[in-house]
């Protein structure tokens, strides 16, 4: 524990099976910080070079990948499948009537997720959430996405996860994993090292999601 009644620090890591069985000393090695100090800024800055801003990456909203959503479709195919069948029938009028009902599902289809994407794009860069972290010795709090691996996090309560880390230290800690595991019981943490490699959400007692 910390002065404050922190309630768990973590290092931020990837490929969490990897960092389950090692000991705090060999994790904090590993991403060359310091357990008291954390990184140093120009290791932040190497490490933001090497590894990008800690943020999902998500593709812009692609128009000919949406249109494609709205004709793959089982039902389209059907309707096709009908359009074409009564043309070779000689029901041309059938036909093309269908074929305007198909442009008219897809269009509908396309222009409410085209624009239901732009609108949660929008939201997406208006939420920003803040960490606390140790850096140059100093607790400072700074945005979610300038968070890099070797980062000391410090965890206090009602605070998100905003990267997958290994506990260093943990004191009564318990984590909300409900929207990744759909486990509605809080999931006890330790810093404790595991006896093998965990590669699941259920098992990886000592890593934060």
């Known amino acids: 524990m910390y002065e404050n009644n922190l309630t768990g620090s973590g290092v931020a890591v990837q490929n969490f099976g990897l960092f389950t069985t090692m000991l705090v000393e060999e994790v904090v090695a590993y991403w060359k910080t310091n357990r008291e100090q954390g990184l140093s800024s120009d290791a932040v800055i190497a490490a933001r070079k090497e ?22 479709s089982s039902f389209v195919y059907l309707l096709f499948s009908a359009a074409i069948l009564s043309l070779l029938l000689g029901e041309v009028l059938n036909g093309c009537m269908i074929f305007f009902v198909i442009l008219i599902m897809v269009l509908f289809g396309f222009y409410q997720e085209f624009f239901a994407e732009k609108t949660l794009e929008s939201l997406r860069g208006r939420i920003t959430y803040h960490v606390k972290v140790r850096r140059n010795g100093q607790i400072i709090t700074l945005a979610s996405h300038e968070l ?33 595991t759909g486990e509605s019981i809080a999931v006890i943490k330790t810093a404790d090292v595991l006896s093998h490699a965990e590669e699941t959400l259920f098992g990886a007692h000592n890593i934060g999601f």
């Open 51 to 72: 590894y990008g801003s800690n943020q999902l990456q998500t593709n812009e909203s692609r128009i000919w990948l949406l249109l494609w959503r709205q004709i793959n």
């Open 148 to 180: 890099v691996p070797g980062d000391i996090v410090i965890l206090e309560p009602g605070d998100l996860i905003v990267a997958d880390m290994r506990f260093i230290e943990a004191e009564h800690c318990t984590v909300d994993e409900s929207t990744l």
